[in-house]
Each structure stands twice: as structure tokens, then as C-alpha cells.
């Protein structure tokens, strides 16, 4: 059934593990600039925290293909969680407790090396495990498990969630769902 529809079956659970990691990156998309600013950051600091976000997601990508050809694409899935984990602890732990943006940029910055170097990872080892016939259809699940955790799932989580948990807590859960879905991936 899963080879039917192009989805690799040795690779099922990466794809799972693959989603349930981008729900927890994307818990916080679409309301932590504006919370940021309610809490009493400024637009431009608010601003200057997602662009060094930004650039780090950004370089993580350019060398996730560097990293997996060195090391393989499973040291730099489990390096991409750590570098979430440690941005995580220091930005809600430190940083948004105090509301201090000396401690929030740097380890937000951190945070964003995560979800490339996990993500990118699994998608350049869809590309080593894949037949070419059937590789097309095998990145494609990737980009919609990938779409459907970060843009789809988290944001709707945290619609259902922020009310009920208030957001430093959704934070939280969401590293729990990037824990859950690195060890299933």
C-alpha cells in the first residue's frame, strides 16, 4: 500500500517522526512576534529576533549537505536536536523568563539551527535509500510531511493550546513534540 502511493516503506517512520518534529518547531509561528511585542519588546527588537532566527536556519540549511556527507545523515539529524534543545532551554528558560533579549537572541538563534539540520538531513537520506524511480514521489512526501508539521499542525495546535496552556507553555510542548519526533524519526 505505502509503495502505491510512493511512500518509501523503510522510511515510514522517518516521515511520521518528520512531522511530529516540525509541529513542535511551528507551534510558535504565527503568534511569537506579536506575544513578543505585548510582553514589552519593541517591533524592531521583535523583528531583530526573527531575522537572527532567520540566518541561522538559513546557514544550517547551505551546510546540512556539507554535514551529511561528512558524517551521515543520522549524527547531523541528532546534532539538529540537540542545537534545538540547548536554544530551547536557554530562550524559554532564560531568556523569555526574564524577558531578556541579551539571552533571547543568541539562543533563538541556536534553536533555529535545529530544524534544518534535522529536516534537510532526512530529506538528503530519502535521496540515498530511494530508487531514482521512485525518488520524485519519496521527496515529495518529505516537502508535504515537512509543510504539514511546521505551516498546518503547529499553528493549529497552538490555537487549541494557548488558551489552555498560555504560550511558555506551548513552548515547552513543543520541544516535547520535537523530542517525541526525532526519537520516531
Not at 523503510?10 to 509561528?29: R, S
Not at 517591533?43 to 532566527?53: D, G, H, K
Not at 514521489?137 to 508535504?144: H, N, P, S, Y
Not at 496552556?165 to 526519537?183: A, D, M, P
Request: contains cysteine; hydrophobic residues 55%.
Amino acid at each position: 500500500m505505502f509503495e502505491k502511493l510512493g511512500l518509501p516503506k523503510n522510511l515510514l517512520w522517518g516521515y511520521i517522526g518528520l512531522t511530529i518534529f516540525m509541529i513542535g518547531d511551528g507551534v510558535e509561528q504565527a503568534w511569537i512576534s506579536i506575544w513578543l511585542v505585548e510582553k514589552g519588546l519593541s517591533v524592531a527588537q521583535a523583528s531583530y529576533l526573527i531575522t537572527a532566527y532567520g540566518i541561522t536556519v538559513t546557514l544550517a540549511a547551505w551546510v546540512t549537505g556539507v554535514l551529511v556527507q561528512t558524517l551521515g545523515p543520522r549524527k547531523v539529524m541528532f546534532c539538529g536536536l540537540v542545537a534545538f534543545i540547548i536554544g530551547s532551554i536557554g530562550f524559554i528558560g532564560i531568556g523569555l523568563k526574564n524577558m531578556d533579549l541579551v539571552w533571547m537572541l543568541p539562543f533563538y538563534a541556536i534553536r533555529g539551527i535545529g530544524y534544518p539540520l534535522f529536516a534537510y538531513s532526512f530529506l538528503i537520506w530519502i535521496n540515498y535509500s530511494t530508487p531514482v524511480a521512485r525518488r520524485s514521489t519519496a521527496v515529495g512526501w518529505f516537502w508535504f510531511t515537512f509543510s504539514l508539521g511546521l505551516s498546518v499542525i503547529g499553528p493549529f495546535f497552538s490555537s487549541i493550546a494557548l488558551p489552555v496552556l498560555g504560550e511558555i507553555h506551548v513552548l515547552w510542548v513543543g520541544l516535547l513534540f520535537v523530542l517525541i519526533g526525532s526519537i520516531l524519526g
